[in-house]
């Protein structure tokens, strides 16, 4: 796999930002517990989905700023909402769940070579593992 075959991987989630934003918020809301910092103000479903369209919009921005310039970014970015996330009850698992979703949703919505396949599968290790380290950490 080449830079350059990333690199167009990259322009191609770019473009389809706003339908992987879309289907990752609704598959998000569908598989994620409602997790609020004042369960008995806002905790409604619709405040729910909104969180998860921040949550993937979030993670969208992330990823491409990373991929684009240095994967320490996702790094930077998860240590500092762990501190925030962590005692509020949102797992590694919780974020592994974002990060297979959204693959899996950019799979669906296009079709891959088999070169960008296993560009977008080199992109999603690193995503996994950028995070893995510093949720878990």
């Known amino acids: 796999m080449s830079t350059t075959t990333e690199a167009q991987v990259l322009q191609r989630l770019t473009s389809m930002r706003a339908d992987l934003i879309h289907h990752l918020a609704e598959e998000l809301t569908a598989k994620l517990p409602i997790i609020s910092p004042r369960a008995h103000h806002d905790d409604s479903p619709e405040m729910h989905h909104e969180r998860m369209v921040k949550t993937a919009t979030r993670f969208h921005d ?3 700023a990373a991929a684009g310039a240095d994967w320490n970014l996702i790094t930077f970015d998860y240590s500092w909402a762990s501190r925030v996330l962590i005692p509020l009850g949102v797992t590694w698992e919780h974020q592994d769940t974002a990060i297979i979703a959204y693959f ?3 799979r669906r919505l296009a ?3 088999a070169e960008e396949d296993a560009a977008l599968t080199s992109i999603e290790t690193h995503m996994r593992t950028e995070v893995q380290a510093a949720y878990m950490a």
């Open 62 to 64: 992330t990823l491409m």
């Open 104 to 106: 899996a949703i950019a």
């Open 111 to 113: 079709t891959w070579s």
